[in-house]
Protein backbone atom coordinates (compact mmCIF):
# COMPACT_ATOMS: atom_id res chain seq x y z
CA UNK A 1 0.00 0.00 0.00
CA UNK A 2 1.19 3.29 -1.04
CA UNK A 3 2.42 5.47 1.75
CA UNK A 4 3.04 9.30 2.77
CA UNK A 5 6.39 9.66 3.59
CA UNK A 6 8.57 12.74 4.36
CA UNK A 7 12.28 12.92 3.74
CA UNK A 8 14.36 15.53 5.51
CA UNK A 9 18.00 16.71 4.68
CA UNK A 10 16.73 15.43 0.50
CA UNK A 11 18.34 17.57 -1.24
CA UNK A 12 21.74 15.22 -2.04
CA UNK A 13 23.64 12.78 -0.86
CA UNK A 14 21.52 9.69 0.71
CA UNK A 15 18.32 11.79 1.43
CA UNK A 16 18.11 12.43 -1.95
CA UNK A 17 18.88 8.69 -2.58
CA UNK A 18 15.94 7.46 0.10
CA UNK A 19 13.59 9.80 -1.26
CA UNK A 20 14.02 8.66 -4.91
CA UNK A 21 14.08 4.72 -3.61
CA UNK A 22 10.90 5.02 -1.63
CA UNK A 23 9.08 6.69 -5.08
CA UNK A 24 10.06 4.34 -7.34
CA UNK A 25 9.05 1.40 -4.73
CA UNK A 26 5.50 2.70 -5.40
CA UNK A 27 5.16 5.78 -2.35
CA UNK A 28 4.55 9.92 -2.54
CA UNK A 29 7.90 10.74 -0.89
CA UNK A 30 8.24 14.36 0.23
CA UNK A 31 11.87 15.47 -0.10
CA UNK A 32 12.68 18.22 2.47
CA UNK A 33 15.25 20.66 1.23
CA UNK A 34 16.27 23.98 3.24
CA UNK A 35 14.67 26.79 1.01
CA UNK A 36 17.65 28.82 2.14
CA UNK A 37 20.08 26.23 0.06
CA UNK A 38 18.02 27.39 -3.31
CA UNK A 39 18.73 23.93 -4.48
CA UNK A 40 15.93 21.21 -5.19
CA UNK A 41 16.68 17.36 -4.48
CA UNK A 42 18.92 15.73 -6.78
CA UNK A 43 18.00 12.52 -7.82
CA UNK A 44 20.88 9.98 -7.64
CA UNK A 45 21.24 6.75 -10.26
CA UNK A 46 20.73 3.82 -8.68
CA UNK A 47 22.52 0.71 -7.97
CA UNK A 48 20.02 -1.91 -9.11
CA UNK A 49 16.68 -2.17 -10.65
CA UNK A 50 15.25 0.55 -11.15
CA UNK A 51 12.20 0.43 -9.90
CA UNK A 52 8.79 2.20 -11.56
CA UNK A 53 10.83 3.99 -14.40
CA UNK A 54 10.02 8.21 -14.00
CA UNK A 55 9.31 7.90 -10.19
CA UNK A 56 10.27 11.09 -8.61
CA UNK A 57 9.56 12.50 -5.05
CA UNK A 58 7.77 15.69 -4.45
CA UNK A 59 10.59 18.77 -3.05
CA UNK A 60 9.16 20.62 -0.23
CA UNK A 61 10.93 23.42 1.60
CA UNK A 62 11.98 22.42 5.42
CA UNK A 63 14.52 23.70 7.05
CA UNK A 64 14.27 21.57 10.14
CA UNK A 65 16.44 24.29 12.32
CA UNK A 66 13.43 26.42 11.98
CA UNK A 67 9.79 25.02 13.78
CA UNK A 68 8.07 27.14 11.63
CA UNK A 69 9.35 25.82 8.23
CA UNK A 70 8.85 22.32 10.16
CA UNK A 71 4.93 23.19 10.87
CA UNK A 72 4.13 24.79 7.29
CA UNK A 73 5.84 21.28 5.54
CA UNK A 74 3.77 19.07 7.91
CA UNK A 75 0.76 21.34 7.37
CA UNK A 76 1.38 21.46 4.03
CA UNK A 77 1.62 17.67 3.30
CA UNK A 78 -1.13 16.67 5.22
CA UNK A 79 -3.00 19.18 3.22
CA UNK A 80 -2.07 18.22 -0.10
CA UNK A 81 -1.99 14.22 0.92
CA UNK A 82 -4.49 13.56 4.09
CA UNK A 83 -1.63 12.69 6.39
CA UNK A 84 1.37 11.89 6.59
CA UNK A 85 2.75 8.06 7.45
CA UNK A 86 6.02 8.01 8.02
CA UNK A 87 9.21 10.25 8.17
CA UNK A 88 12.55 9.33 7.69
CA UNK A 89 15.39 11.31 9.68
CA UNK A 90 19.00 11.64 8.10
CA UNK A 91 21.63 13.25 9.77
CA UNK A 92 23.90 16.13 8.92
CA UNK A 93 27.67 16.44 8.31
CA UNK A 94 30.28 14.81 10.35
CA UNK A 95 31.64 17.19 13.05
CA UNK A 96 35.70 16.64 12.79
CA UNK A 97 38.33 18.09 15.44
CA UNK A 98 39.02 18.07 18.98
CA UNK A 99 36.28 18.19 21.30
CA UNK A 100 37.62 20.79 22.88
CA UNK A 101 37.87 23.15 19.96
CA UNK A 102 34.58 23.22 19.22
CA UNK A 103 32.76 26.52 21.02
CA UNK A 104 29.49 25.69 22.80
CA UNK A 105 27.76 27.70 20.16
CA UNK A 106 29.10 25.13 17.50
CA UNK A 107 27.98 22.37 20.37
CA UNK A 108 24.28 23.36 20.20
CA UNK A 109 24.12 23.38 16.69
CA UNK A 110 25.90 20.21 15.79
CA UNK A 111 23.10 18.61 18.77
CA UNK A 112 20.10 21.16 16.76
CA UNK A 113 20.93 19.33 13.31
CA UNK A 114 21.29 15.91 14.62
CA UNK A 115 18.72 15.57 17.48
CA UNK A 116 16.74 18.63 17.98
CA UNK A 117 15.48 18.89 14.96
CA UNK A 118 13.91 15.57 14.48
CA UNK A 119 12.66 16.34 17.69
CA UNK A 120 10.60 19.53 15.51
CA UNK A 121 9.67 17.08 13.26
CA UNK A 122 8.63 14.58 15.26
CA UNK A 123 6.03 16.48 17.61
CA UNK A 124 4.39 17.79 14.40
CA UNK A 125 3.86 14.52 12.53
CA UNK A 126 3.24 12.29 15.80
CA UNK A 127 -0.46 14.23 16.79
CA UNK A 128 -1.79 12.75 13.49
CA UNK A 129 0.35 9.08 13.97
CA UNK A 130 -1.29 8.91 17.43
CA UNK A 131 -4.33 9.37 16.49
CA UNK A 132 -4.56 7.23 13.91
CA UNK A 133 -2.99 4.56 15.78
CA UNK A 134 -0.67 4.36 13.28
CA UNK A 135 3.32 5.64 11.91
CA UNK A 136 6.57 4.98 11.53
CA UNK A 137 9.83 7.28 12.12
CA UNK A 138 12.87 6.17 10.74
CA UNK A 139 16.48 7.59 11.97
CA UNK A 140 19.21 7.29 9.12
CA UNK A 141 22.59 6.50 11.37
CA UNK A 142 25.99 6.28 10.12
CA UNK A 143 27.88 3.31 11.89
CA UNK A 144 30.34 4.05 14.55
CA UNK A 145 33.05 1.45 14.08
CA UNK A 146 36.21 1.66 16.39
CA UNK A 147 38.30 4.01 14.06
CA UNK A 148 35.46 6.08 13.52
CA UNK A 149 35.72 6.52 17.82
CA UNK A 150 39.08 8.55 17.20
CA UNK A 151 39.19 11.86 19.59
CA UNK A 152 38.44 13.94 16.79
CA UNK A 153 35.07 12.02 15.38
CA UNK A 154 33.86 11.64 18.86
CA UNK A 155 31.51 14.46 18.45
CA UNK A 156 29.78 12.48 15.50
CA UNK A 157 29.95 9.15 17.42
CA UNK A 158 28.49 11.09 20.64
CA UNK A 159 25.50 12.04 18.08
CA UNK A 160 24.63 8.89 17.04
CA UNK A 161 24.57 7.30 20.43
CA UNK A 162 22.24 9.90 21.53
CA UNK A 163 20.02 9.23 18.22
CA UNK A 164 20.04 6.18 19.17
CA UNK A 165 19.01 6.52 22.73
CA UNK A 166 16.02 8.54 21.65
CA UNK A 167 14.55 5.99 18.27
CA UNK A 168 14.63 3.34 21.74
CA UNK A 169 12.99 5.53 24.03
CA UNK A 170 10.15 6.59 21.54
CA UNK A 171 9.68 2.89 20.24
CA UNK A 172 8.91 2.15 23.96
CA UNK A 173 6.85 5.34 24.64
CA UNK A 174 4.39 4.76 20.88
CA UNK A 175 4.13 1.32 20.87
CA UNK A 176 0.75 2.03 22.82
CA UNK A 177 -0.26 4.00 20.00
CA UNK A 178 0.64 1.48 17.23
CA UNK A 179 3.29 3.82 16.11
CA UNK A 180 7.11 2.05 15.61
CA UNK A 181 10.34 3.29 15.51
CA UNK A 182 13.66 1.81 13.54
CA UNK A 183 17.11 2.95 13.54
CA UNK A 184 18.97 2.23 10.12
CA UNK A 185 22.63 1.90 10.23
CA UNK A 186 24.45 2.94 7.17
CA UNK A 187 28.37 3.09 6.39
CA UNK A 188 29.73 6.23 7.38
CA UNK A 189 28.41 8.31 4.71
CA UNK A 190 30.54 11.20 4.56
CA UNK A 191 28.83 14.05 1.90
CA UNK A 192 30.93 15.58 -0.64
CA UNK A 193 30.76 19.45 -1.89
CA UNK A 194 32.53 18.48 -5.46
CA UNK A 195 35.84 17.32 -4.32
CA UNK A 196 35.62 18.18 -0.85
CA UNK A 197 34.02 16.75 2.48
CA UNK A 198 31.58 18.46 4.03
CA UNK A 199 32.50 18.52 7.69
CA UNK A 200 32.16 20.54 10.68
CA UNK A 201 35.18 22.23 11.29
CA UNK A 202 36.07 23.64 14.93
CA UNK A 203 35.64 27.37 15.32
CA UNK A 204 38.67 28.15 18.03
CA UNK A 205 41.74 27.76 15.35
CA UNK A 206 44.06 28.51 18.55
CA UNK A 207 43.27 25.07 20.61
CA UNK A 208 42.96 23.17 17.06
CA UNK A 209 46.00 24.05 16.30
CA UNK A 210 47.76 23.52 20.15
CA UNK A 211 46.33 20.17 19.64
CA UNK A 212 48.06 19.60 16.11
CA UNK A 213 51.66 20.32 17.51
CA UNK A 214 51.24 17.36 20.26
CA UNK A 215 49.73 14.91 18.11
CA UNK A 216 50.83 16.13 14.73
CA UNK A 217 49.52 14.57 11.44
CA UNK A 218 46.33 13.15 13.16
CA UNK A 219 44.16 15.82 11.40
CA UNK A 220 45.29 14.59 7.97
CA UNK A 221 45.01 10.98 9.06
CA UNK A 222 41.60 11.63 10.18
CA UNK A 223 40.58 13.05 6.74
CA UNK A 224 42.10 10.58 5.09
CA UNK A 225 40.36 8.05 6.91
CA UNK A 226 36.79 9.76 6.01
CA UNK A 227 37.59 10.56 2.57
CA UNK A 228 38.62 6.35 2.19
CA UNK A 229 35.08 5.76 3.98
CA UNK A 230 33.50 8.56 1.72
CA UNK A 231 34.33 6.18 -1.19
CA UNK A 232 34.21 2.84 0.00
CA UNK A 233 31.10 2.72 2.16
CA UNK A 234 28.20 1.69 1.39
CA UNK A 235 26.61 3.05 -1.89
CA UNK A 236 23.61 5.68 -1.07
CA UNK A 237 21.61 3.09 -2.96
CA UNK A 238 22.48 0.43 -0.72
CA UNK A 239 21.50 2.48 2.83
CA UNK A 240 18.01 3.46 0.11
CA UNK A 241 16.78 0.34 -0.29
CA UNK A 242 17.16 -0.60 3.31
CA UNK A 243 15.05 1.94 4.30
CA UNK A 244 12.23 1.54 2.09
CA UNK A 245 12.23 -2.24 2.96
CA UNK A 246 11.58 -1.00 6.21
CA UNK A 247 8.59 1.30 5.54
CA UNK A 248 7.18 -2.08 3.12
CA UNK A 249 7.74 -4.59 5.98
CA UNK A 250 4.55 -5.67 7.56
CA UNK A 251 3.52 -3.65 11.03
CA UNK A 252 4.46 -5.29 13.84
CA UNK A 253 7.44 -7.50 12.13
CA UNK A 254 10.52 -4.43 11.95
CA UNK A 255 12.83 -4.55 13.98
CA UNK A 256 14.35 -1.52 16.11
CA UNK A 257 17.76 -1.61 14.35
CA UNK A 258 18.52 -2.49 10.97
CA UNK A 259 21.86 -2.82 9.10
CA UNK A 260 21.81 -1.73 5.62
CA UNK A 261 22.06 -5.01 3.52
CA UNK A 262 20.61 -6.80 6.15
CA UNK A 263 17.17 -8.22 6.07
CA UNK A 264 14.62 -5.60 7.16
CA UNK A 265 11.60 -7.99 7.90
CA UNK A 266 12.83 -10.00 11.28
CA UNK A 267 10.87 -9.71 13.84
CA UNK A 268 12.40 -8.20 16.75
CA UNK A 269 12.80 -11.06 18.99
CA UNK A 270 14.35 -12.99 16.39
CA UNK A 271 17.95 -10.86 16.02
Known sequence: ??????????????????????????????????????????????????????ARPRPI?????????????????????????????????VPRGPVESFTPYQLAQIYDANVLSTQRVNRAVLPQMRERRDGLLVWV??????????????????????????????AKELAGFGVEATV??????????????????PDDLGTAQAYEGRYPGLVDRVDAHLAARAVTAARPGRTARAVAAVVDSPKGARPPRVTAGEPAGRPPGNR
Not at 36 to 48: F, L, N, Q, V
Open 184 to 201: VVAGLTVPETGRRLRLVL
Open 61 to 93: ALDVADQRSVSAAVTGITAQAGRIDCVVHTMGP
Open 1 to 54: MSKIILVTGASSGLGAATAQALAEAGHIAYAGVCAASGRRPIATEPDGDAGRQG
Open 141 to 170: VSHADPADEAPYLALHSESVAVIDHLAASY
